[in-house]
Structure formats: structure tokens, C-alpha cells
């Protein structure tokens, strides 16, 4: 049995399966971001544990096809040894869900952070949706608005 579990989750599976189990975690974050469902499924670490479980589990595959992992410090070396990595479809979703996660996780601070100041939901939809899909321009556009509330900068909170 775990071996046709194994066989069913290729990378193609695993990243169908990856974007499509975020988007309930960012429809909450987006439509309900107050809710109890929200505070204990999406800002807490339960969509973490299953992000990080199907990380191991590509590290995994990765080990059992003999994968470069001292290969993966190129990447610091230029952008042509970036491409590269790239190249390889398990560095590539070990990327995307390193990427995927790591939004997420974003996501759930702006609403957390959002709540101490005050913030509109209506409001925060729009840099919660651009971090969804942009990431680094969705946390500038929720910084700027989070000025406007709290009336300050502060540059290391």
C-alpha cells in the first residue's frame, strides 16, 4: 500500500495538490479572517505541519533518487547555477513549496497584525490577495497601509 501511495504522488501530483490544499487556508484568511475556523486552521501551525510533512516527503524522493543536495549551495554561485536547480523538477517543488509556505505564513501575520491595529477587512483583502499571488509587493502595499492605522513607522516590530 505505501508503495502505490509512493507511486501516485509524483511531483506533478504533489504540486496540483499543493496549490490547490492552500487556497481554502487563503479564502479564510481573505473572507474570514476573524473567524475561530481562521485563528485555529490557517494562523496556527496545522497548514505548517501538512506544508512541512509533503516537504520531507519530496526530500525524501529526492534522497531515494540519489538528488545533488550539496549541488543546491550553486545557487549562491549566479544566476546560470540557479537556472539549473531550476532544471530539476524536484528542486523546483521543493522550491515551490518553500515559496507556497512561506506566503502563507505572511498571510497569517498581516491578519494577526492587522487585528491589533484595526485594520478594515475589506481593506486588508487587497494586500492579502497580492501576497497570495506576489508574495514581497502584497507585505509593501500592507505595510503602507499599516502606517496609515497605526499613525507611525516603526522600522523593527
Known sequence: MIEQIYAFFTIEILYFWVNLGVLPFWLLLIFFPSSNLGK???TSIFPFLLLGGTYIFV?????LSSFDFIGNFELYLGI??????????????LFWIHFVSINLFVGGWMVKD???F???????????????????????????????YAKNINLYE
Open 40 to 42: 485555529y486552521f490557517v
Open 118 to 148: 484595526l485594520i478594515n477587512k475589506v481593506l486588508l483583502a487587497f494586500p492579502l490577495i497580492i501576497t497570495y499571488l506576489i508574495g514581497p509587493l502584497g507585505v509593501l502595499i500592507y505595510w503602507l497601509i499599516r502606517i496609515f
Open 80 to 93: 546560470s547555477y540557479l537556472t539549473n536547480l531550476f532544471s530539476n523538477k524536484l528542486f523546483l517543488i
Open 59 to 63: 526530500l525524501y524522493k529526492s534522497y
Open 114 to 116: 492587522s487585528q491589533k
